[in-house]
């Protein structure tokens, strides 16, 4: 089992930065597939950002290219997201999200890969 607490969530303006957390406490964190969902009022749940648990490869959806950054620190058993030039189109509630298990140097998208979920962050922004 792996449980995952997410932070860092709040109202912000459009353009400002916001950098959200995941710590995650259970089994071999360092061994699992780590990603970011939002999801808004009346839209389905969404990837963000994934990480893979080997060589630290990175997956961004292109509605954030450019503009979020995901990272994890294993000995600190915690995932990132760096939220930079946000938009009231980021509004949504943030959900941390842990693979099954490990899948080496790929980077997992698919929701269905993901069996472990935090409680969600609501990022609010205004225009």
């Known amino acids: 089992q792996v449980q995952l607490v997410e932070s860092g969530g709040g109202l912000v303006q459009a353009g400002d930065s916001l950098r959200l957390s995941c710590a995650a406490s259970?089994?071999?964190?360092?061994?699992?597939?780590m990603a970011w969902f939002r999801q808004a009022p009346g839209k389905e749940r969404e990837i963000v950002a994934a990480i893979s648990s080997i060589a630290f490869n990175t997956y961004y959806s292109d509605f954030v290219k450019g503009r979020f950054t995901i990272s994890r620190d294993n000995a600190k058993n915690t995932l990132y997201l760096q939220m930079n030039s946000l938009k009231p189109e980021d509004t949504a509630v943030y959900y941390c999200?842990?693979?099954?298990?490990?899948?080496?140097?790929?980077?997992?998208?698919?929701?269905?890969?993901?069996?472990?979920w935090g409680q969600g962050t609501q990022v609010t922004v205004s225009s």
């Open positions: 259970g089994r071999a964190f360092s061994n699992k597939g």
């Open positions: 999200a842990a693979s099954a298990a490990s899948a080496g140097p790929a980077v997992v998208t698919t929701r269905l890969s993901y069996v472990y």
